[in-house]
């Protein structure tokens, strides 16, 4: 047994400052002394900390971090170091599970893929692919995303596949592909080690990404440490360490982001020649920005003025600049809007493609940049545009398929508009992979109801039986990490393999086996009669994987498992001209924004309507990066007299998603287990609320019942975080999951939907 520290109590452990690199600390915490070690990574957040599985008798009994991993250099966080526990989880669904006379009952492998078979062959008898529907996950492999992307789109035919990555990065990817014509984030996590300043935007990397935040630390142990920029409404831990902290009224990122823009622009301080060299779009934004004064800023955010100048002081004067942007960014209003705003920040100052410059519209889930990548969330494989035919006809060569078999009619669904088609009976079987909508989707009474309806055939995924599983037609137990081989890709392109450690419990299979199952009963074919999926193994399938991605942005196929194997993890495009991979995109200031070659033509930002070819082709930026602009609007929801306070949701630093592994941790459950409402000091003494008197919270939606937190947060906003749901749910039943008090509405651009702002009243239930 051995625990190098406890990362409950110091969550980022001791400080090791900088010396021209960022030295190495192995963080370990096993229970047994293990028999052998296997090469993995992390999959509790988009970090994917390089890590070895310990092993002893067919048992995981720790994890350690891999110092040759470019990713951690040997840190690990809380999550990383204690939720495998969940992997050995009493609770384990071991075999599958089929509805009959309203009860869950267990049933063979054969009888619930053939209840999912025999509906999916009666839904195409009828012509109806697009009745069925899959929403999967950002916790899977590239081999399973891509299997999955494969048979979806070039088996079944269907146009609805989407990811619960809908919800933590779409507008990561939309931002991308606006700025700079496809996905693919230009930095490298290393651009932290040297950069003069971080602006973080909506990002609580403190408690999101917590190796990362430590490798800021240590910055700011060492001698130059960066300045910080903060954009957030709490104090949370990131915004204590921050040379500026803008604390912005909910809902209004656009009119800070745009107050910045134009202080940076009237003190001139952007790179003229990189503007017009690199850039369209520069006379639309000074127009846009032109108006937000900082006093006008103020006015609306509550910023105050010669805050807003000191955090434009810092980012129009540094030299290098590492910009991110996260979940109070994106689940917010005009998320798409705000997010090319923190990448117009770096292109005005022509920081972008060199050491110490890097702009990470971070992931949020640990594998949803894959999501994107291969075809699983709504995008095509390798970023490809579905509104170019030429993207569409190479597609149709690599899987040897006619190209009107892929659905490429219109923009691919997007999830919460898949949840509306099964809401309204057109989706009649819904496939749900490893991810649970009952606890994470806004407005939970609806995603309830429309989980029960008679019509729809739910089908559930899941390593362990939740809320969502509870309410499905037929539950198939997976295997997870550690009990399966695969790949998976970090927010700043970085590849990890993780290999099989130890066999799943009973009789459950990896998402790869499942869906290689139902591609063979399905028996779908390529042109020529043969099988459309050709790969039995994850090896086969990633070989397979890195032709469709050659020549796109997301190159693999320079890798294969063998470099994957015995080292660090290799960022993409790892190719014939990065053979060990590339740390900047856009190192020449060449864009992906040519006509022939970009993943969108593009929307406008406050209708979300597409740009036709045509219109795009006309205006073609051929390389250069879009200065996009865009005007604050205020939010649909705002407080009332019946509501009369601002809600919004996040994360704490110890558990994950709808803790269905960090849950099951031990020493995780009991660092944090109960959900909170934190609400300020003001606002506490007008209702009589004390820290630990349990405070209802209701909106139109519903309402939750949680134990107060008072401080920390601006007033006249309430803050919960969105893990707690009713699995391990408190004993006197009350409600408590934040997302009963969240909007069913999203982003125009993105579809992400918004669980950032919405309006409430709130009440002390008892002290
Ligand atoms: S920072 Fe993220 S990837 Fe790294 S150990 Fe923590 S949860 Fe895992």
New binding site residues.
Partial sequence: MNETRDSIQDIWGPRTPHEGYWPQRVDERTTEEPHHWVQS?????????G?DIGVRDGRIVGVRGRAVDRV?HGR??????HAWEANHSPDRLTTPLIRRNGQLEPATWDEAMSLIVSKSKELLAEGHSSAIGFYTSGQLFIEEYYTLGVLGKAGLGTPHMDGNTRLCTATAGAALKLSFGTDGQAGSFADLDTTEAVLLVGHNMASQ????WARILDRLASVNPPKLVVIDPRLTYTAQHATVHLAPRVGTNVAVLNGLLHLIIENGQIDYDFVSDHTVGFEELVRTVGKWTPERVEALTGVPAAKLRAAAHILGTCQTLVSTALQGVYQSMQATAAAVQVNNINLLRGLIGSPGNAILQMNGQ?TSQNTRECGADGDLPGFRNWDNPAHIADLARIWNVDLDKIPHWAPPTHAMQIWRYCETGSIKLLWIQATNPAVSLPDLGRIRKILQQQDLLVVVEDAFMTETGQLADVVLPAAIWGEKTGTFTNTDRTVHLSYKAIEPPGQARSDFDILLDYAARMDFRDKDGQPLIKWRTPEEAFEAWKVCSKGRPCDYSGMSYALLTGGSGIQWPCNEQHPHGAAHLYTDHVFNTHFDYCETYGYDLETGAEKQPEEYQANDPDGRAVLLAADYEPPHEAPDEAYPLWFTSGRVVYH?HTRTKTGRAHALHHAAPEGFVQLSEEDAARYGIATGDLVEVTSRRGHATEPARVGGIEPGLIFMPFHYGYWDEPKDGRPRAANELTLTEWDPISKQPHFKYAAVRIRKVHA
């Fill in positions: 990574a992390c999959v509790l957040c988009s970090n994917c900390c890590l951690n690990l966080g809380p999550k990383g170091l990404q917590t190796v990362l640990p994950f």
